[in-house]
């Protein structure tokens, strides 16, 4: 009689070891998952509500721009145009148009790669509100500083107030202005 009192304390210290073991195997809901959940539950929602695999560090106040040069395979310049036509190939948000570049300003404008554009883009498009991002591009020597807007709507689109500083030695220039989504993760400078 005394082995099933014992059985049944075993059969019980299993059943709650093992429920433990189950709860104990999830992350925490801080953490970063780099499993099923990453794989499966975007994490990261942009401005328009498109959901996003990466945020390339905007949310922690910088942009990773070797991460976005990576992704965006080192193209630059005019070839911006013809690379975010296609949303559906584009995993980062940009900003776009042949008059990007004359309205953000003169000197900034003649700086920016396709990773800085994709800097500013992103930064827009789930940066938060009031919140400075910032990044260098190594190979013109600029230091780049946005700080996403306010919300607005201009003629049915969705518009973000930006301010934006380019900083190289002693030379800098900013720029402040409003910037609407022409599609999901495509920025255009309209004033």
């Known amino acids: 009689m005394t082995i099933a009192p014992k059985v049944a304390s075993f059969v019980l210290l299993l059943l709650v070891g093992g429920w433990f073991t ?10 970063p998952a780099h499993g099923w ?7 990261y929602v942009g401005f328009s509500g498109k959901q996003w695999e990466r945020d390339y560090e905007i949310l922690s106040g910088r942009c990773n721009r070797e991460a976005i040069a990576t992704v965006l395979g080192g193209v630059t310049g005019a070839v911006i145009g013809s690379r975010t036509s296609t949303a559906e ?45 910032i990044w260098s591009n190594d190979s013109t020597g600029v230091r780049y500083e946005i700080v996403p807007g306010v919300d607005r709507e201009r003629n049915g689109a ?7 500083l380019a900083t190289s030695g002693a030379e800098k220039s900013s720029r402040q202005g409003v910037a ?9 400078i309209v004033e």
């Open 22 to 31: 189950t709860v104990l195997a999830d992350p925490p809901p801080h953490a």
């Open 37 to 43: 959940r990453k794989k499966h539950d975007p994490y």
């Open 89 to 133: 190939n584009r995993t980062v948000a940009t900003i776009v148009g042949a008059a990007a570049g004359a309205l953000i300003g003169k000197w900034i404008g003649r700086q920016l790669d396709e990773a800085d554009r994709s800097c500013v883009g992103h930064a827009l498009e789930v940066g938060k509100s009031g919140q400075r991002v």
């Open 158 to 164: 969705a518009c973000r107030e930006f301010a934006l």
């Open 180 to 188: 609407c989504q022409s599609q999901p993760g495509v920025w255009e």
